[in-house]
């Protein structure tokens, strides 16, 4: 399901990437997704997962929503800084 709204997402006008979290059994599962400019494979890496430029994911354990939330925000955050992201 979050693969399908990550993937559903960039058909919106003016998106680059999109990162879907959803719950399921206590582990957070990112999926994220992307066109040309994002390279979604080192965002997802940075949260110890993997996969591909424009389609990766992660497992995230022993967090909740909320900081999951705030993981792939301040990783958004760094990659920005160093200009990986614009």
Known sequence: MGA???????EINGI??????TEYNHV????????DEVNV??????LGGGGHRAVAGAQLEGVTMDQAKAMVKGVIDEMLEKGEVS
Request: proline share 0%; aromatic share 4%; no cysteine.
């Open 16 to 21: 680059k990437a999109s990162v879907v979290l």
């Open 41 to 46: 494979q080192v965002m997802m890496e940075l």
């Open 28 to 35: 957070i599962y990112a999926s994220a997704r992307s066109i």
């Open 4 to 10: 399908q709204a990550a993937n559903d997402l960039l």
